[in-house]
């Protein structure tokens, strides 16, 4: 079982990005799917969630209007377009699956993300 994440990196205030996550060794349809952030010395947060389904989708609300989640079913790849990014976004960003039903988890190893001039 894998989450792999990725695109991560050094961008300027006002910028964007988009992270994916490509899943591997589990049934990516049956779970859903959410981004983490972690910003040093402050807890790991909840930025974005997607369900299985795809039809019901949660932002935080210091992201609301910038970032979007969707997935992908035939990769097995969520993503998280970010834009309008701000020094606020700087964090390890998580993905993380948990099966619909029985509430397993899994989770990446975490990408960086650094909002910076």
């Known amino acids: 079982v894998q989450l792999v994440e990725s695109g991560g990196g050094l961008v300027e205030p006002g910028g964007s990005l988009r992270l994916s996550c490509v899943a591997s060794?589990?049934?990516?349809?049956?779970?859903?799917m959410s981004w983490y952030r972690q910003a040093p010395g402050k807890e790991r947060e909840l930025v974005a969630a997607i369900n299985s389904n795809g039809d019901k989708i949660n932002y935080a609300d210091s992201v609301k209007g910038r970032f979007t989640i969707s997935r992908d079913s035939a990769k097995n790849t969520v993503y998280l377009q970010m834009n309008n990014l701000k020094p606020d976004d700087t964090a390890v960003y998580y993905c993380?699956?948990?099966?619909?039903?029985?509430?397993?988890?899994?989770w990446g190893q975490g990408t960086q993300v650094t909002v910076s001039s």
């Open positions: 060794g589990f049934t990516f349809s049956s779970y859903g």
């Open positions: 993380k699956g948990s099966h619909y039903f029985t509430l397993y988890t899994y």
